[in-house]
Each structure stands twice: as structure tokens, then as C-alpha cells.
């Protein structure tokens, strides 16, 4: 796994890697090219040229090993790769803007969990959850999702890094997350095989 502050100009990338961006966005672009410039860097032979993207947007490779997974935002791009498992990745901002968008990701049982929480603290725990939540979608790769109902936080600890439970779909089996806070930024991942 790999985090990747983006201090460089697009000419950088574009003299390190054969992809080329596809946004209309500079600054889009700037994090497309970051993006699979970690990949580059978790692993110099990574086949960049061949990534595809599925149905549903997800990246992946032809031949379908090794399994990897890329984020993006503001200044920064984060990627993981497996040699054997799905895995997903997510960095988020902790924003208040996520107070906005609450009601399409989270649960009455999540909304539990933040319901004695200070305005600051649900702030960070919402981008946390948010943050978590893409990670598992982005794991599982199929689209399709509801946020709020298929993809449920059991239990978390309020710490700069640690563990999340969460069920996904109908199943009852108990997959994990990994979280750390960098900054006012949350780096999320996992690898499991998502049923």
C-alpha cells in the first residue's frame, strides 16, 4: 500500500509512466496520472498500459493478477496491490461537507454510534465511515450497491488508525478494514473476498 502527496507537474508523470489521463480537469488529471504512479512505485513492473476498466468503473487487468486498487483527491493519491485477493482503497478528506450526504451512506445502527459524538468528532467519524464504506465497494468492484443498507459498520474504535467490522451484503460473515489518519485525511483498505 502506498500514499502519495502530489507535488509535482504533470510532466513528471507523463515522463515516468506510458498512461495518460483522461479527465478534463488539470488538477483531475494531475491525480489520474499520481494515482498510477504509486502502482509504479509499490511495484516498477507494474503493467500500467494494460489497466481496463470494468462495467462498473472499477480498474483491473486482463489477466486478472496481481489485484490492485487506486484513490484519488486533492493533492494526493493512494494505491494497494495483492498478489492474490481483491482489495480496495479509499482516501478521503474529514470534511463537514460529509454531514450533507450522511443519509445516503449511513444506517440507523451507525447513526447510533455517532449519536453521542460532538459535532467535531461526527465530522471525522462520518468521513471515516464514508472513507470505509468505498473501500468495500471498491473491493468488491461489481457496482450495485446501497451504501447505507449492504455495506454495515459493526464496530469501530475513535483512534488515528485501527480496524472497522463490516458486513457486506446479505452475508453475515464479518470482514475487516484498516484505517489510519493522516493529517485531516483518512487512508482506508482491505483485502478480502467479498461474497
Known sequence: MGLWEITEEHSFFEQASPYRA????????????????????????????????????KPFLPEGLPQFSISHTRG????????????????EFISPRVLRIEKKFLNPQEYALL????????????SLFWSIKETVYKCWGNGGVDFAEQIRIRS????????????????????TVHYQREGDLWVSYMQAFLK
Open 22 to 57: 483522461v479527465a478534463s480537469n488539470p488538477g483531475q488529471q494531475l491525480q489520474q496520472l499520481a494515482s498510477r504512479m504509486v502502482l509504479k512505485a509499490l511495484q516498477p513492473l507494474f503493467p500500467i498500459s494494460q489497466i481496463q476498466l470494468n462495467p462498473a468503473g
Open 76 to 91: 494526493f493519491a493512494a494505491g494497494i496491490i495483492s498478489a492474490e485477493t481483491p482489495v480496495g482503497i479509499d482516501i
Open 115 to 126: 449519536a453521542p459524538l460532538s459535532e467535531q468528532d461526527r465530522i471525522v467519524v462520518s
Open 156 to 175: 469501530f474504535a475513535l483512534q488515528d488508525h485501527g480496524t472497522a467490522s463490516i458486513q457486506f451484503g446479505q452475508s453475515t460473515a464479518e470482514y
